[in-house]
């Protein structure tokens, strides 16, 4: 079991943003979810191949070019193109200095990057005339770490610029990563997230994995502007939320409650938090009967039945290595719609089938407005 406080600065969200099934920019996210406006959409039209269903919670009508213009966005493949919209929506988002040369970077987490992307290119090699003509503009995007990277390029983000295969453990493992980033110097400022892509690849693989379950595949991304907290206030501003502290374990997957369990306690333990006082609990449902049962047992072994439950996927489908980052931004939603949580702590759960689980402490604010703002007299701390 390990966690992050000791000698790690607590994070700092202070812009953020989504491309999601169920709405764009934070603003659209927030009224979704306090609707509870979910995202299924006919996905008949949207490739040649055939899919597993009509419906899925896709995003049919997304084209980048609708909010980057259409210069170089041509050849984008999808992960790409979500994470850039995201990307740049976040960062009209926030105060944060993003122009300091070299100090902001990406850290950006995915299952396996665009697999539809991949998998069309290794055909190529396989199907096309001697000597292989396969498209060299595909392969730039069969490459995972092509999201994060176009989006520094695409944005002049010259600072550390690093990709997180964590498959569903993938929003917290970059949330833990940012932070000894910033924890060592290496960035002021960071843009952490996940992008996952609709395709039929990836629903097909779906269906094989989670045959006989109801949620839905999804897609999108979400991405936070994150920096040291202690920096932030030093500076005279107010964060929307702040990351106090995270915990994660493994184990064998028949323990996964008991390992969820302890990586409760001991995220709030570092967080200097008591069970008592968390309100709601982000959890990362599967829809898969055994794994979603396990993180339920583990949450309520460390913190009762008392927290509300923020269920995110119902509303955007199974959107894997975004799946955490959708969970996050789903709380910083509640936060946005009700004054009454201002200052609350909430905690963010995730596992996965092979023993893995972690969680994150969370104290939000109500700013309905912009994201970050000068922070009142006499509020300079949680």
Partial sequence: MNGTRAGVPTLAITG?????????GADGFTEAVREGRGGGADVSGMFDAPLPSDRAHAIPGFRASDHLGRKGTRHLDRSTALALVATKLALEATDADVAADGRVGVVLGTTAGSVRTTSEFSRDTLVQERP????????????INCPAGRSAIWHGLRGVNATVA???????????YGAHLIAGGHSDVLLAGAVEEFSPH?????RALTHGYDVPLGEGSAVFV????ERVRAQGRLPEAEVLASAFGSGAPEDTARTLESAV???????GVDADGVWGVATGEHGIAGIDTAEDEGVRAALGGGPVRVRVKPLVGECNSASGPFQLAALLARYRSDPGLHGRVSVLTSVSADGAAGAAVVRGRHMPGPTATTAPAGEGSP
């Avoid at 003509?133 to 730039?140: D, Y």
């Avoid at 306690?265 to 967080?271: C, D, G, K, P």
């Fill in 166 to 176: 964590g498959g569903q453990m993938s929003g917290l493992n970059v949330l833990r």
């Fill in 265 to 271: 306690t001991r995220a709030l333990r570092l967080a």
């Fill in 132 to 143: 292989y003509l396969v498209n060299p503009v595909m392969f730039p995007s069969a490459t």
């Fill in 202 to 206: 990836m629903a097909w693989g779906h």
């Fill in 226 to 229: 994150v920096e040291d907290a």
């Fill in 16 to 24: 953020w943003s989504a491309v999601s099934p169920i709405g764009t």
